[in-house]
C-alpha cells in the first residue's frame, strides 16, 4: 500500500468500511493516527442557548416514555 492514505479512506465516518473492504490496512490507519499532532491546547470551550427549550423538554420526555414502556415490557417477558 502507498505511503499516502487517500483522504477518504481515513476519514472517522468512513475508515471502518474502507478496512472491512481491504482497501485499507490497519496499520497503515493507525500510523496516520499516531502521527497526527496533539492539538487539545487549541480546544475552546462553546456554550450554546436553545431558544425554545420547552419544545425539546416535551419531546425528551416523550422518548423517556417510550423507552420506560420497552424497558418494562422486557420485564415482563423475561
Known sequence: MADTLDP????????????????????????????LPDVAEKAVTIETAMLDEDFDDELDEEVDDEEADESDEDSETA
Do not use: A
Request: aromatic share 10%; charged share 45%; glycine share 8%.
Open 8 to 35: 477518504k479512506h481515513i476519514d472517522k465516518r468512513t475508515y471502518e468500511r474502507y478496512l472491512r473492504s481491504g482497501q485499507l490496512e490497519e496499520k497503515s490507519y493507525e500510523k496516520h493516527l499516531k502521527g
